[in-house]
């Protein structure tokens, strides 16, 4: 692998290339962010965003008590949100543990979701402790039940002690599995890394490695997919572009449960990486939760008032 | 795609504008002589008509003034004085949109700023200084102070409330009375305030205020019943104003121009030091006297930094300053505008390479796109002279002490900013500049308690914190 000309593989280089960042100024980043989420979004641009922000849903189940009969569910929500109205888009993908990929890629087939992607969380998913080996075959399981999206979780240890090259020496080899079979995200659990700067860091690591997506959080720690958090990622993949040419997503998952939160992330997308990055090929938000709150306020903006949440389907 | 944010403007229904307004003495409106229009900057739509203050109004002013100083306001004890900025405080805060919107449409900056910076920080400083009335011998003059009596004051147009706020809250706090002066573009919500004095039962002629433009400051200025002057505005004004009052009794702070630099290292954050470059020459369009409006770059980083800054200024949202998403509103006035214009003129036939976002300016009002100049060095007169709008001037530098060159190298000596990672970095290049304000990996920021001021022909003395509170008083054995 090249590692588009940055780096060659070995930890020296590596080293040398993260250390040519600059730092993230965490009052400046809070700031900026902050700043963003005071935009005002309103009627026809608050309709696009609301249906942008729809498309652009990894709808997620991550349960221990995930069943087929839960994840059928799921799959049938995601190509059709709200059997009432046709012109709601379906969701981008489904997020689901390897085990239920098999039952999930099946079912979507089944009922015409075909064009709606299966992400299998991978990596010894959330923690990543677990040895290569394991790991290694958890990616192939996922693949060969027929995940098209790879959503693997970074050693986070080793990246707090300072061991990058094992980091990213596993992101290329879960690149290399994945191939053209999938698209592969890496997630950071930026709760666990703490600082922007790592998160920095982490990001560019990530793209080098090949990654195709960056992804804040596994939305079991908290705090997850904050707006600065989001910001210093869409900086990092804007950055990227610049030198490289190539355009890599980012995924923020968890903590973002309602249509305010997910018009900002849209907002952080629009005046940081662009609005070349306003497509689910580039941006995704994982959540469970949020999907129906943004039926519900397109339902208000259609109808002029809210209705009752029995008018949303619970799954 | 493409996500276009649809208009989103702030109501004007909460300001009710009369047609024509007097002058506030002695705790009443009272009707003015002669009157000049108001205008919206953004729209030159003629908002009101202002009255221009002679002789007779100030004297009256001044008369007030004097009365509500020996018969009350310094008789009173600090705990009480303090009830009453308190109050005004209070009344601030409630009716902070009404302020928010009437200071956007008379002054043309965007909604976001006068809602979230002007309006909050004016109520903040009546809230802190409300709180040393009664605790004046902690002010460093010893235990015994007295205030000056009757000060007068003139503010700029850049910052209308937010300036009055800090010339009255102080001065009240110390037990002086007031004459203010608003800008002549910019009167609305000083006369505002003056019903807030009114609805907090301020006792008359604590505080008067009378609108008109430069022959009134000097009246002010030149009356012999005035003991205090305090001027923010032009270094040229701030001039005149020291030799009127040199051979008086009076005692003056002046707060004038500058020409920040703004240093940006190459161990920065680049990403924050773009964000404070632009906050610090396009925030208020540039009309802030400690405007960074020199960018003293590194020159490792420069072609990093001046192409992320491009990218980024052409997000700056240019337009109605009542829209909620605006970044960067109108000019104040066509006088200003031309001046800018004028400024930039000469920066173009001096050889510098002018670049300006590249976004749609309305057709009516005054407008100017945020601009920046390179290949600028420190013989050009836009590294000199203060232009203050959103044009900023970039230079390079090599080495730590000949950024520190760069910068002190002017007859300003307001404010300055470093970007570094670099602690020790950043202590060093502190001590080294020539300001009054210093600020590490940020810009712009105000906050009551901290003393605001400058060094060299930035002016003279302080506002905010002790040292600012400590200028609207004078130590017993001192007069």
């Known amino acids: 692998m090249s590692y588009y000309g940055l780096v060659d593989g070995s930890d020296a280089s590596l080293k040398g290339f993260l250390k040519t960042l600059s730092g993230v100024d965490q009052v400046g980043a809070d700031a900026r962010a902050a700043m963003l989420a005071t935009r005002s979004i309103k009627t026809t641009s608050k309709r696009w965003a609301i249906d942008t922000a729809i498309s652009m849903v990894d709808l997620t189940t991550l349960e221990g008590a995930d069943t087929p009969g839960k994840v059928q569910a799921l799959c049938t929500k995601a190509v059709r949100p709200d059997p009432s109205d046709s012109t709601v888009p379906s969701v981008g993908a489904v997020c689901v543990y390897n085990d239920m990929v098999g039952i999930a890629r099946q079912h979507l087939d089944l009922i015409g979701g075909g064009h709606v992607g299966v992400a299998a969380v991978s990596t010894a998913f959330p923690s990543g402790r677990a040895s290569i080996e394991v790991k290694i075959q958890d990616t192939k399981d996922a693949l060969d039940a027929g995940a098209s999206e790879i959503d693997m979780v970074i050693d986070r240890g080793a990246f707090l002690s300072g061991k990058y090259i094992d980091v990213f020496n596993e992101i290329v080899l879960i690149r290399e599995l994945c191939g053209k079979r999938a698209h592969l995200k890496v997630i950071f659990e930026t709760g666990e890394l703490v600082t922007y700067d790592n998160v920095r860091k982490a990001s560019f690591l990530a793209m080098v490695a090949g990654a195709d997506f960056i992804k804040t959080s596994t939305g079991k720690v908290a705090p997850a997919a904050t707006p600065p958090v989001v910001l210093v990622m869409l900086e990092a993949v804007r ?46 938000i994982g959540a469970s939760a949020l999907l129906n709150d943004l039926l519900m306020q397109r339902m208000k903006m259609d109808d002029g008032y809210y209705a009752s949440p029995a008018y949303v389907t619970i799954d | 795609m493409s996500f276009e944010y649809a208009p989103a403007p702030e109501s004007r229904s909460v300001v009710s504008i009369k047609p024509k307004y007097g002058h506030f003495i002695g705790g009443k409106f009272v009707t003015g002589a002669k009157h000049f229009p108001t205008i919206n900057p953004a729209t030159e739509e003629v908002l009101s008509h202002i009255a221009l203050a002679g002789k007779a109004e100030v004297d009256a002013a001044v008369k007030a003034a004097r009365q509500a100083y020996t018969s009350t306001w310094s008789k009173m004890a600090g705990k009480e004085r303090g009830k009453y900025l308190f109050r005004i405080a209070r009344i601030l805060q409630e009716r902070a949109r009404e302020f928010a919107v009437l200071e956007t449409l008379d002054n043309g900056k965007p909604i976001r700023e006068s809602r979230d910076v002007d309006v909050p920080l004016a109520a903040a400083h009546f809230f802190y200084h409300a709180g040393w009335a009664d605790k004046l011998e902690f002010a460093g003059l010893g235990t015994s102070t007295k205030p000056h009596g009757v000060a007068g004051q003139i503010i700029p147009w850049n910052f209308p409330l937010l300036m009055l706020a800090w010339k009255v809250a102080p001065a009240l706090a110390a037990g002086n009375t007031v004459v203010l002066k608003p800008a002549e573009s910019t009167s609305l919500t000083a006369l505002l305030f003056a019903e807030v004095c009114q609805q907090a039962e301020l006792p008359a002629g604590v505080v008067n205020i009378v609108t008109g433009d430069g022959s009134t400051g000097a009246l002010i200025v030149n009356h012999p019943g005035i003991d205090k002057i305090a001027f923010t505005g032009s270094t040229e004004v701030g001039k005149l104003i020291a030799r009127a009052v040199a051979p008086t009794h009076k005692s003056v702070t002046l707060e004038l121009g500058g020409k920040a630099a703004n240093i940006v290292f190459e161990d920065a954050a680049i990403d924050e030091a773009i964000e404070g470059i632009v906050n610090g020459i396009f925030f208020n369009q540039g009309h802030v006297c400690c405007a960074g409006s020199r960018l003293i770059l590194q020159e490792s980083v420069a072609e990093e930094v001046l192409d992320k800054l491009k990218v980024r200024m052409a997000k700056i949202r240019v337009g109605d300053p009542l829209d909620k998403n605006t970044d960067l509103g109108a000019i104040n006035s066509k006088e200003q505008l031309l001046k800018i214009r004028e400024l930039s003129a000469i920066g173009d036939s001096e050889g510098a390479q002018r670049w300006s976002a590249p976004c749609e300016l309305p057709k009516k009002g005054f407008w100017f796109a945020p601009t920046i100049f390179t290949g600028v060095t420190q013989s050009h007169r836009i590294a000199r002279e203060e232009i203050f709008g959103p044009v900023l001037s970039v230079l390079t530098f090599r080495t730590p002490q000949e950024a520190i060159d760069k910068a002190n190298n002017t007859p300003f000596g307001l404010s300055a900013g470093i970007w570094s990672e670099k602690g020790s970095r950043i202590l060093w290049a502190s001590q080294q500049l020539r300001a009054g304000v210093v600020w590490a990996n940020t810009f712009n920021k105000f906050d009551p308690t901290s003393p605001f001021g400058g060094y060299k022909e930035s002016g003279w003395g302080r506002e905010g914190g002790r040292h600012g509170l400590s200028a609207y008083l004078k130590g017993v054995g001192h007069e």
């Open chain 1, 239 to 284: 950055d990227f572009y610049a030198m490289t040419q190539v355009r890599i997503g980012v995924k923020p998952a968890g903590g973002i449960r309602n249509t305010k939160d997910a018009i900002k992330q849209l907002v952080l997308v629009n005046e940081t990486a662009g609005p070349e990055w306003l497509t689910p090929s580039l941006f995704r």
